[in-house]
């Protein structure tokens, strides 16, 4: 009888521990806040961010020159050799002008694209319209990039037979094939922030604008634009940061063209610590990028 009453009070004590967790969840927000992010932020922080930083110490390190091994002692030596050879600050420049590049062509065919969906399309084929944007997504970015390959190729590219009546030959291998290219892989990635800021545009704007006497150039530069301008900011980083990255377009249609991600990509097995220097630079480069957007507060209503 005596364990009958203790196995009773111990489940009235564990019912009582539940309740008082449930009501403490309840009443407090941040609790409740850190259970739902603390898990995927700490498996960020664990598998993500800790194999990052262990990457890029190692360009703090330098390479044994007989048996190639990593010499795990610290030297600024690979800092030193990046930031003063020209030819590295050439491939940095170049990279920053080609994201750059690949970024202004995305906001130039996708805001019209997008407020095409949103403002001008029937609500019965925005849906459509917009499986079509994701749906290139869904295909091998190799696949897409090969396909771009025979687009563009000097001679016998589909860019080069439809320029040939012009008198015009195609871009061939090079920066212009990988700017392009790049282009199309990322449009969509620039088409839909753009698309969700202008669906959350009252109509009504517009309108009060055309009843106002404004052309529609004007109310697209001081109604559409400062609105939907943080979605555009947003489609920039992921345009951006993903150009700046890039490695497998420059070589198949780049030619001899040299970004930062194939250099990476040429001394990852043969000299670890100064593949994982250079790939400070992007880095670095997307720091800054999000550095000043922040204090420009592009991103405050998002």
Same mark, same amino acid.
């Given at each position: 009888?005596?364990?009958?009453?203790?196995?009773?009070?111990?489940?009235?004590?564990?019912?009582?521990?539940?309740?008082?967790?449930?009501?403490?969840?309840?009443?407090?927000?941040?609790?409740?806040?850190?259970?739902?992010?603390?898990?995927?932020?700490?498996?960020?922080?664990?598998?993500?961010?800790?194999?990052?930083?262990?990457?890029?110490?190692?360009?703090?390190?330098?390479?044994?020159?007989?048996?190639?091994?990593?010499?795990?002692?610290?030297?600024?030596?690979?800092?030193?050799?990046?930031?003063?050879?020209?030819?590295?600050?050439?491939?940095?420049?170049?990279?920053?002008?080609?994201?750059?590049?690949?970024?202004?062509?995305?906001?130039?065919?996708?805001?019209?694209?997008?407020?095409?969906?949103?403002?001008?399309?029937?609500?019965?084929?925005? @849906?459509? =319209?917009? #499986?079509?944007?994701?749906?290139?997504?869904?295909?091998?970015? +190799?696949?897409? $990039? &090969?396909?771009?390959?025979?687009?563009?190729?000097?001679?016998?590219?589909?860019?080069?037979?439809?320029?040939?009546?012009?008198?015009?030959?195609?871009?061939?291998?090079?920066?212009?094939?990988?700017?392009?290219?790049?282009?199309?892989?990322?449009?969509?990635?620039?088409?839909?922030?753009?698309?969700?800021?202008?669906?959350?545009?009252?109509?009504?704007?517009?309108?009060?604008? @055309?009843? =106002?006497? #404004?052309?529609?150039?004007?109310?697209?530069?001081?109604?559409? +634009?400062?609105? $939907? &301008?943080?979605?555009?900011?947003?489609?920039?980083?992921?345009?951006?940061?993903?150009?700046?990255?890039?490695?497998?377009?420059?070589?198949?249609?780049?030619?001899?063209?040299?970004?930062?991600?194939?250099?990476?990509?040429?001394?990852?097995?043969?000299?670890?610590?100064?593949?994982?220097?250079?790939?400070?630079?992007?880095?670095?480069?997307?720091?800054?990028?999000?550095?000043?957007?922040?204090?420009?507060?592009?991103?405050?209503?998002?």
């Amino acid at each position: 009888m005596a364990s009958i009453t203790d196995v009773d009070r111990t489940d009235r004590a564990h019912r009582s521990v539940r309740r008082r967790l449930s009501a403490h969840l309840f009443r407090s927000d941040r609790t409740r806040l850190a259970g739902l992010v603390g898990p995927p932020v700490a498996w960020m922080a664990v598998i993500y961010f800790a194999a990052v930083f262990s990457l890029l110490s190692t360009a703090f390190f330098s390479v044994d020159e007989f048996t190639n091994a990593v010499v795990r002692t610290f030297t600024t030596a690979n800092l030193v050799d990046v930031f003063t050879e020209p030819a590295y600050l050439r491939a940095t420049l170049l990279t920053v002008g080609i994201a750059a590049s690949v970024t202004v062509l995305c906001i130039v065919i996708g805001l019209p694209m997008a407020f095409f969906m949103a403002k001008v399309a029937r609500r019965r084929s925005r @849906g459509l =319209l917009l #499986a079509l944007v994701i749906t290139p997504l869904w295909a091998s970015y +190799l696949v897409k $990039v &090969y396909a771009w390959q025979a687009m563009v190729q000097p001679g016998r590219g589909v860019i080069a037979w439809m320029l040939q009546p012009f008198g015009l030959d195609g871009p061939g291998f090079g920066r212009v094939a990988i700017v392009l290219t790049l282009t199309y892989l990322w449009l969509p990635y620039m088409i839909l922030p753009v698309f969700a800021g202008l669906e959350r545009l009252p109509d009504s704007l517009l309108d009060a604008s @055309g009843d =106002l006497g #404004a052309r529609p150039w004007r109310t697209f530069r001081s109604v559409v +634009l400062p609105l $939907v &301008y943080p979605s555009i900011i947003a489609g920039t980083i992921f345009t951006f940061s993903l150009s700046l990255g890039d490695y497998i377009t420059a070589q198949i249609v780049g030619g001899k063209v040299q970004m930062l991600g194939n250099i990476v990509y040429q001394n990852y097995a043969a000299n670890l610590p100064f593949a994982a220097t250079i790939a400070l630079i992007p880095i670095a480069i997307m720091l800054v990028y999000l550095a000043v957007i922040r204090r420009s507060g592009a991103l405050d209503n998002l």
